[in-house]
DNA sequence: GCCTGTGAAGCTATTCACAGCT
DNA sequence: AGCTGTGAATAGCTTCACAGGC
């Protein structure tokens, strides 16, 4: 089972693939990939190994072949549909930002509790209300699940996203959700982000500052 | 130097401690903390070992010392501010997400090239014209940026915010940028999340399924 | 008895370094 | 000559396990 962080990786590399061979590329060199995504050759080469697709020595990778390897790895072999639960700002960043972006995962539902947008077509996706949640899920055989919902709610919906079916949660609530084993859950907390940032921006700016690191 | 993701820990366990402060308790067992935060006793007690607070045993540790303790640690001594670059939907949701959240550190500064927003108060934040990201964040003496742009502009406004004098970035373009040494940059990669939740959300509904994980 | 603080062990992830290929 | 693929080494992070204190 490939690593953790390799298969967040392989998705950056893929979108960089993407924009390589947008701008005429057909093959890549590991440095090459290495220094777009800010991490050394030797690392994508290690995630590469992953994807099984050789590149050959002095062309390097071909890339259409490398995004066809990832795609084998990452991608669910039918579509697979996502529900997002909370239609404010930021669920409707999320839904302008992953309409149809990825063919092999969209977002395919969305619940609110706000009756002014139940029934509501927010870009491209049918908001329904958050009671309906487990039976619409569970009817649809959504496995992902997206919480932007405030701290307070956020673990009554991942309870019902767990019941409902679902295998993985993408969290943005600033709390920590308690999920059964074997169901995945990936916390994104802008809190922490943006406090980390602030500690080692004023490291940096002070003489003392350890080198500078990326993330 | 602390270690990277025990600051990232800290800021999560203060913000716990301050719901368990509101809930009415002065002290805290490792393993109470442990459990809200998903982590392990020992890596909570390893990671109060910055901190410095001392617990007593059997009592645990007193919150309101470790509140303190932790914003020692992570906050300024003197209010940061920082600049949101791209007040869309999603600059829009931190917006009103980080207002009055933490007194030590605020958005103080917002940029945008639409007309209309320039000159516009956005949830308590005055918002600016791009071209004056430069002047404004460098007068302000800003050290901190929040790079909420579309992908094919973030390495300019991160140019640009690290000409002002800005020390740590937190990028939410789904491209990672290149900063000079001594710049801090996390990147909140949503997509990265979103193709890692279900990848394992995958792995997990199969019978084969590794344990369940949680980041 | 139960909890904290921490050295030591264990694990995961990254980097080194070089053999093999073209 | 330069690049890939990978075993071995290293670095970083987490858990174990237990001494010390209330």
Redesign the pocket.
């Known amino acids: 089972m490939p690593?953790?962080?390799?298969i967040g990786r392989l998705s950056l590399y893929r979108r960089l693939l993407h924009a390589l061979l947008k701008s005429g590329n057909e093959t890549v060199?590991?440095?090459q990939l290495a220094s777009l995504a800010d991490?050394?050759?030797?690392?994508v080469?290690?995630d590469?190994?992953v994807v099984g697709r050789?590149?050959?020595?002095?062309r390097?990778?071909n890339v259409r072949d490398l995004i066809d390897g990832i795609g084998a790895v990452l991608d669910a072999p039918m579509t697979q549909g996502a529900a997002l639960v909370g239609a404010g700002n930021l669920g409707r960043a999320l839904l302008t930002f992953f309409r149809g972006r990825r063919p092999k995962l969209s977002i395919t539902a969305a619940f609110d509790v706000e009756p002014a947008k139940i029934g509501q077509v927010i870009y491209g996706c049918r908001c329904y209300p958050v009671e309906e949640l487990e039976r619409i899920v569970a009817e649809k055989g959504i496995r992902v699940g997206i919480v932007t919902v405030p701290a307070s709610e956020a673990q009554h919906i991942a309870d019902a996203l767990v019941r409902a079916g679902v295998k993985g949660i993408v969290n943005f609530a600033p709390v920590p959700l308690h999920v059964p084993a074997g169901v995945y859950v990936e916390h994104v907390d802008v809190t922490m982000s943006l406090e980390k940032v602030a500690f080692f921006a004023r490291q940096n700016g002070l003489a003392t500052g350890p080198p500078a690191e990326q993330t």
Request: hydrophobic residues 25%; charged residues 15%.
């Open positions: 690593a953790h962080r390799t060199h590991s440095h991490v050394t050759a030797a690392q080469r290690r590469l190994m050789s590149g050959t020595p002095r390097g990778y």
